[in-house]
Structures are given as C-alpha cells and as structure tokens.
C-alpha cells in the first residue's frame, strides 16, 4: 500500500527540486499575507465567510432543493449523484447522447475526485483539460500536484521539452511566455471544435439556481460559450444562500489562491443561451458522512483556495503527490479519510500540527485540530501500523510516569554514549531522518536541581 512517507521519500530524491518547490509556495503563502493586509476588515470577512457556511451545513439540504428549483425553472438539467460511479456514468451518458467524441473540461477537481479523465477515455471519449497547468500534466499523464497550481511542481525547462515532444515547439526553448502562447495556439483548435464543455462550480446561489466558474485564463468561458452542451459538476457543500454573499467569498478566495485581489473571470452561469443545453450534475460522494461527522463537518467549508497547501511545511517539502489523493495538502489529509479509512491512514500523520493551516484559512477551518482528531479515530479503529501503535503506548507510558521518564533518559544517554548503533540503524526511522544528539552530561532535571541549590 502506498503511503505519504515513502512517496516524499521519493521526491525528497530530487534535493534543488524541493528547495524550490518549498521557496516557491512560500511566496506565494507570502504574496497571500500582503494581500490579507490590503483589507483592513479581513480577519472580520472570515468569520463572516465561516458563519454563512455555518448557516449553509445546518440547512443544506432545504438550500439545496431550493436551487434545484431555481435551476430547473432557469432551464438547466439538474442530475445528483451519489458517489463518484454514479457522476461519471451520468456525464458519459449526456455526451453519449449527442453522440459526441471528444469534449473539452475546464479545471475541476471534482472530476478529479471521481477519476473522470480515466473513465471517458475508456470510453472512446478524448478529454482535452484547457487549464494551461492541468493541460501540461495532462500531456505529462500524471494528476494534479496542487488544487490551484496543478504543475508547480514542474520546472520551465521542463515543459519547453513536453511541449517540444508534444506541440512540436522549438527544442531548448523554455521562455513562459513562449509556451504559453504555443499553448494558447495548441488549445484554440479544441474549443473551436468542441461540441461539449465541462466546467466545475465555485459557488452556486440557491435563490437565483446561477453558478459562479472562478478561472484566470477564461478557458472556462471559452469553452461553455462555445460548445452547444455544457456540463458544470459541482459537490453538494459549493452552495451559497444568495448573491449577496458571493462578495465575501470572492473577495477571500483569489487572495488567499494567489495573492491577486480577484480572480481574472468571475463568470455566472444562470441559463443556456439559445439553441444551448445546460446541465448540473450535483455530487454527494461521501460529503453526507463527512456532515455527519461532528469533529470533521466543518471541513466542507473549504472553497479550495490551497492556502492551507502553501503555507503547510509538509506539504511544501514532500510535494503533492506524496499525498496519493486528488486533493492533497491539510485539507486533503482531512477529506481523504472520511472516504477511505484504511487507505487514508497515513494522511492526518503527514503533518507538524504547527497551526499554520489553520491561521490562513479564509473560512476559518480548524484543520490542524481536525488533523488531530483523525490520528485519534484512526488510532481507535485500528488503521494504524502495529508499530506505530506499540510505539504509541510505549511513550505514553514513559511519559506519563516519571521515574519510567527518568530512567529512560538515562538509558538513551547511555546508548548514545556507548551503544551509538543501537540508536544509528537503518531500522530507527528517526535517524532516518535526522541527525542524533550529542549525549549531554546529565538531564535537564539534573541540571536544574544543581543549579537551583548552587544559586541558594
Ligand atoms: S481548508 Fe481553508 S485554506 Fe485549505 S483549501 Fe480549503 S478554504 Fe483554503
């Protein structure tokens, strides 16, 4: 079975990769702080974006009927699906219908969630993604690393060679803004041709049955304007009570995404244009237990912002990957379990608890805490390593106890003195990692005891 430790293992490999990778995201966590700082009324914003939350969890299910109606009356199909089976087979089954081939997404990670790409692919259909990072790691066939950023992990040169192999662009040529307009250039035949389009949903406003698509290269746009279907897939917690509220939201999403004071488009989708068709496909896989989980309800507040992901240490320096889940990074450690507990185990684990999540959230999620209590349901389960669990009680013997305290501390001293390959083995995953002390004279205790009476 995979897990976090042995995948950041492997992109630990690369070291000038990770330390850029880090550098990278900490200036965009860095671009986000001075974003924050612009609004004097930010800290306000998000309580307020977290009560509307509050208010949305406690009555999902009346504001869900509520836009279902308005959708319906706007001339949109609504479909719902329980897991993710059930949304890909309906998606099929729309694009099956018109008889269409290949279709063009805009970023999603709902469908990455429910493993769309994989599954139309194996059914004849071509899946062209038009987000310029999600088409580079598309064309790279590997998901996404990031929720915002879906290549960060890729260096420029990098893609000038995919899109040397892939677009016949210049061999050696690595200028952004080369690759980007190549890009462009690549895309434009697939949204000239698609008859079918695929978005996600920021936001949907239960009064009014409309959609908010938030994008920064208007890919989104192009190809719903475009195509004669579009398809939005959104998971059941994206609903807001009324536009008013959108305001809050948006104001708080692209700062703390990327730092910029607004996504580039903002676009609302409330009915199809003429000779159009519309559908929403509304997606519950597993977020009904996640509402039900008291200690975890609160994680379907994220609007997927990835600030959580930038400011994370672990996540910063073991890449997104290691995280072997669509949505990676705290909020994914968190989400990722309430779907599958035995392959999600690892995940609360992948973390310091340093808190840092938590300050940055603009809903205001207690993630860190949340990450906490998960170590202690896996623990109660048993999806835990026997290891790790004999571990765990030893130290919480020694720890609660302190003469077992003490004489341990004398036992360590003792080994690294005179036994150091006890401590330095391949078979301790702390040496593993990190270099052992020096065995100091005696303990802190002893040291204090010492002093304490030499002072009097
Ligand atoms: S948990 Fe909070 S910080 Fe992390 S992605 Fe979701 S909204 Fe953003």
């Not at 309580?47 to 959708?71: C, M, Q, T």
């Not at 269409?100 to 194996?122: A, D, G, R």
């Not at 895309?187 to 009014?208: C, D, E, P, Q």
């Not at 909020?331 to 609360?348: Q, T, V």
Request: charged share 25%; hydrophobic share 40%; net charge positive.
């Amino acid at each position: 079975m995979v897990n976090h430790a042995d995948l950041s293992e492997k992109f630990n490999v690369d070291e000038p990769r990770v330390n850029w990778h880090d550098e990278t995201l900490w200036w965009v966590r860095q671009k986000r702080d001075r974003a924050a700082k612009q609004i004097p009324e930010w800290e306000e914003l998000r309580s307020v974006a977290s009560s509307i939350k509050d208010n949305v969890l406690s009555n999902l299910s009346e504001y869900l009927a509520e836009f279902e109606k308005n959708a319906k009356q706007n001339g949109v199909h609504v479909h719902w699906a329980a897991d993710a089976d059930e949304h890909n087979q309906i998606v099929l089954e729309i694009i099956q219908s018109h008889g269409i081939k290949s279709i063009v997404k805009s970023k999603s990670m709902l469908t990455e969630e429910c493993h769309l790409n994989p599954f139309l692919i194996k059914n004849n259909i071509e899946v062209v993604d038009t987000d310029l990072g999600e088409r580079i790691v598309q064309l790279a066939e590997e998901p996404p690393s990031h929720i915002v950023l879906p290549c960060i992990h890729w260096k420029k040169e990098e893609i000038g060679d995919l899109f040397h192999k892939h677009l016949g662009t210049p061999a050696g040529n690595a200028d952004p803004i080369f690759l980007t307009r190549a890009a462009r250039a690549h895309l434009r035949k697939y949204f000239l041709s698609a008859k079918l389009a695929m978005t996600g949903v920021n936001f949907a406003i239960a009064s009014t049955g409309e959609f908010v698509v938030c994008t920064n290269e208007g890919n989104a746009d192009m190809g719903a304007h475009l195509a004669d279907v579009h398809i939005a897939c959104m998971g059941l917690e994206k609903i807001i009570p009324e536009r008013k509220h959108l305001g809050v939201f948006l104001r708080l999403l692209a700062r703390s995404a990327t730092g910029q004071p607004i996504t580039s488009y903002s676009s609302h989708f409330r009915k199809p244009a003429e000779g159009q068709e519309m559908h929403i496909v509304i997606v519950d896989n597993g977020r009904s237990r996640q509402l039900g989980r008291l200690d975890f309800r609160n994680s379907l507040k994220c609007i997927r912002c990835a600030a959580c992901f930038n400011t994370c240490p672990v996540y910063r320096r073991s890449g997104g990957h290691s995280y072997h889940t669509a949505i990676a990074g705290p909020i994914g450690s968190i989400l990722a379990p309430n779907l599958d507990m035995r392959n999600y185990a690892d995940l609360p684990f992948a973390s310091t608890l340093c808190g840092s999540c938590s300050n940055v959230c603009p809903v205001k999620i207690d993630i860190h805490q949340q990450l906490y209590k998960w170590r202690q349901v896996l623990v109660e389960e048993g999806y835990v390593t026997k290891e790790k669990s004999v571990a765990m009680k030893t130290m919480s013997s020694v720890l609660s106890n302190p003469s077992k305290y003490r004489l341990a501390g004398r036992l360590g001293r003792w080994i690294l003195r005179n036994a150091p390959f006890l401590a330095k083995n391949r078979w301790n995953l702390w040496f593993k990692h990190r270099e052992m002390p020096e065995a100091p004279k005696n303990s802190f205790r002893e040291w204090y005891l010492e002093n304490k009476v030499n002072k009097k």
